[in-house]
């Protein structure tokens, strides 16, 4: 038997003893050659791009990314996006039922029109599903044809509303001059009895959507009103101050707006 003294040296020749093909079959061997990017890759990519602009998680951002391009375009023309939309309606319309209606006629609801009542699909599909840099007199041209259709899940959820008891107010980054147009696309695709409809006026003119949206709720918490619930597409129409009891973010992976 070897003495207690030597078993050091007994375990440092054994350790060293080790073939080192095996020794090393421990540690996380990194690949030596970078894979060939393929479309599931965008498509993973693209897919986790959109989880980070829904959840604001990747803040600032102009333009999607030129890989996206096909990935956005199968979202938005496909079920993915009616499904997503028709979920946060539910969630929204299940809070809602849950509210006491105070009968006084001052339980409010807010919705944003852009993508969240009206979809502006038709535009888009002409201008790179958000892949383009905007241009407002283009886009101006199209609301002014009035013909953006109805969100199926949001015409639902404030026909809802409105039996609920709710008093609905319509606040869009849409500017004053913009007003006929504005009310006559609604109309046509099937939403009415609006309390009002707020717009952008001269002076509010260059204020970030979260100012101005987070002002005019201010106002109507001033005159009386609870905003039990917010509903919008953008995270703008939604932070803030004056905020919602409830907000609701509609899915988007077009275009952001601070």
Same mark, same amino acid.
């Given at each position: 038997?070897?003495?207690?003294?030597?078993?050091?040296?007994?375990?440092?020749?054994?350790?060293?003893?080790? %073939?080192t093909?095996?020794?090393?079959?421990?540690?996380?061997?990194?690949?030596?050659?970078?894979?060939?990017?393929?479309?599931s890759?965008?498509?993973?990519?693209?897919?986790?791009?959109?989880?980070? #602009?829904?959840?604001?998680? =990747?803040?600032?951002?102009?333009?999607?990314?030129?890989?996206?391009?096909?990935?956005?375009?199968? !979202?938005?023309?496909? &079920?993915?996006?009616?499904? &997503?939309?028709? =979920?946060?309606?539910?969630?929204?319309? +299940?809070?809602?039922?849950?509210?006491?209606i105070?009968?006084?006629?001052?339980?409010?609801?807010?919705?944003?029109? &852009?993508?969240?009542?009206l979809?502006?699909?038709?535009?888009?599909?002409?201008h790179?599903?958000?892949s383009e840099?905007? &241009?407002?007199?283009s886009?101006?041209?199209? #609301?002014?044809?009035?013909?953006?259709?109805?969100l %199926?899940?949001?015409?639902n959820?404030y026909?809802?509303?409105?039996?609920?008891?709710?008093?609905?107010?319509?606040?869009?980054?849409?500017?004053?001059?913009?007003?006929?147009?504005? =009310?006559?696309?609604?109309?046509?695709?099937?939403?009415n009895?609006?309390e009002?409809?707020?717009?952008?006026?001269?002076?509010?003119?260059?204020?970030?959507?979260? #100012?101005?949206?987070?002002?005019?709720? +201010?106002?109507?918490?001033?005159?009386? !009103?609870?905003i039990?619930?917010?509903?919008?597409?953008?995270?703008?129409?939604? #932070?803030?101050f004056?905020?919602a009891q409830?907000?609701?973010?509609?899915?988007?992976?077009?275009?952001?707006?601070a």
């Amino acid at each position: 038997m070897a003495s207690v003294r030597h078993r050091p040296l007994l375990l440092l020749i054994t350790l060293l003893a080790i %073939p080192t093909s095996l020794s090393s079959q421990s540690i996380i061997q990194m690949p030596t050659k970078r894979h060939r990017v393929s479309a599931s890759d965008d498509s993973l990519f693209c897919d986790s791009w959109r989880f980070s #602009v829904e959840t604001n998680d =990747a803040g600032t951002w102009s333009n999607i990314p030129s890989r996206c391009v096909g990935f956005v375009q199968n !979202y938005m023309t496909g &079920d993915r996006y009616l499904s &997503d939309s028709a =979920a946060v309606a539910n969630f929204s319309l +299940s809070f809602a039922k849950g509210v006491t209606i105070g009968g006084d006629g001052k339980d409010a609801w807010v919705f944003d029109i &852009d993508e969240t009542l009206l979809s502006n699909l038709p535009y888009y599909q002409a201008h790179g599903f958000g892949s383009e840099t905007f &241009d407002e007199a283009s886009f101006d041209e199209w #609301v002014e044809l009035a013909e953006a259709p109805a969100l %199926p899940a949001s015409l639902n959820l404030y026909s809802q509303l409105e039996r609920l008891g709710f008093k609905i107010f319509l606040l869009t980054g849409r500017s004053e001059y913009q007003r006929n147009a504005t =009310a006559k696309n609604l109309l046509v695709a099937g939403y009415n009895n609006w309390e009002r409809l707020l717009l952008r006026g001269p002076s509010d003119q260059g204020t970030l959507a979260t #100012v101005f949206k987070s002002q005019k709720r +201010s106002n109507l918490i001033n005159e009386g !009103y609870r905003i039990h619930g917010s509903s919008g597409d953008q995270w703008s129409d939604l #932070v803030g101050f004056a905020i919602a009891q409830r907000s609701f973010k509609l899915p988007n992976p077009m275009y952001y707006i601070a």
